[in-house]
């Protein structure tokens, strides 16, 4: 249903029947599900209903009952306000829970309370993909990407990537997130998304900078609307020798790219020769990684480095 919905006082809104599903009795409400002074909902076994805005109970009295076989999730809070008592009644009593929530709970009215066998949606992920299925690919779901993994795996020098989709909606690019700390996350690389899928999707990400010691990753989705979620950290460790690389070799554009596979402390400094030997750039600069502009003539350059005790070199092409 287009915009919010209400149920109020002593009228009754009742969807699908006890029989066994499928057939399915869906009921989506776009923006609020709203029940006033003893307006009561009840869902039952054959039913799956979506709410993209928030429950919310304005006085005495309002039961939502969620039987068992029947399927809710909302996407935003659930509020109890009214006094005399305001109950959700989930009576599923297995997995899946058959009620999710996206936001937060409260029961504020006296006597009000929620069940405690409800779940969030990394639950309905993990446990009820035909639910989730069903409520990612409505029109206009708040729920764009269901991710089924994300994996990170050093192999041959470089950090593998890997992560699965189950379902898609309006989904428009991946960005890998690479973190020395765990918690501040720069991008590394960018995968375009499928956009619409329901069926699993798969993606590979190579990591062929990947620095010495311990490195995070996250995986950043965004929707053609703008919308950005964020999920899982993985860690991993990466060993071997301290390396440098420099690209694009030949150089583009007149401009020197050069990247670490280990974290520099303090100031490193880097000079640039031809091949007589003769220096025609000399610079310094900190961090795993820098660009420069050189502005040099075509020919075959060497670029030195020295990083504390740790010295680099390598050979240039400017065309």
Known sequence: MEGSTTVNSSNYLTIGTNTNPPPYADFIVMEDLISVSSGDVTVNRNARVAVFGDVRGNGGGVIFTINNGGQVYVDGDIALTGGGGNHINNNNT?????????????????????????????????????????????????????????????????????WATATEMNSDYFNVQRSFDGLNFFDIGTIKASGFSSAKQEYVFKDEFAQLGRSYYRLKAVDIDGYTEYFNISAVEVEGKKEMSVYPNPVVNDELKVSFNFSIDGNAYATVVDISGTEVLSFQFNGASFQTPINLSAGVYFIKVQSGTSNFISRVVVK
Do not use: E, H, Q, R
């Open 94 to 162: 297995t997995d899946p829970f058959g009620f999710y929530v996206n936001g937060n709970i409260s029961n504020n009215g006296g006597g009000s309370s929620t069940d405690s066998n409800t779940a969030d949606k990394d639950t309905m992920i993990d446990t009820n993909v035909p639910f989730y299925n069903w409520v990612a690919n409505l029109p206009n779901s708040p729920l764009p990407v269901a991710l089924l993994y994300f994996n990170t795996t050093y192999l041959d020098g470089s950090v593998i990537v890997k």
